[in-house]
């Protein structure tokens, strides 16, 4: 898969008429077919996976809140940064995320860390503090 993927690269490099138009759209089987590769082993692989999917915008989506149950740490742990570059568009999988906050592999753990980071809404901004607050933290009468 990912040699496929360096091929079509370099043939768009060296001979652009042979490139496929910028408008055409990966289909459905070409998305779940990159969820499927983020089992390899290599970081860097997964990380170029990664950043291919959130590419292809939402729709990847679903498959990639599936993946997030994998049982390959691999694939799990791409998928959580691949919804991580998606930014808010990976909002849907909030809930999985937040599950996948107790995952038993820490690069996974990591990599649902940044993707929350990315995903979680900006919220309100703090209330301003009470007359009353102290700096230490304790709340004078």
Do not use: C
Request: no cysteine.
């Amino acid at each position: 898969m990912f040699a496929a993927l360096l091929v079509a690269t370099a043939l768009s490099q060296a001979a652009p008429e042979l490139a496929p138009p910028a408008d055409r759209r990966l289909d459905d089987d070409a998305v779940r077919r990159l969820v499927e590769a983020l089992k390899d082993s290599d970081f860097e692989v997964r990380q170029n996976l990664a950043a291919a999917l959130a590419k292809t915008g939402p729709r990847a989506v679903p498959l990639l809140r599936e993946a997030l149950k994998d049982k390959t740490v691999e694939r799990r742990s791409g998928a959580a940064y691949a919804l991580g570059l998606l930014g808010d568009a990976g909002r849907p999988a909030l809930p999985e995320l937040l599950d996948a906050l107790n995952d038993p592999d820490p690069d996974v753990r990591r990599q649902v860390s940044y993707a929350l980071a990315r995903v979680v809404p900006a919220g309100r901004a703090a209330p301003a503090p009470s007359p009353n607050a102290a700096t230490d933290g304790v709340l004078r009468r």
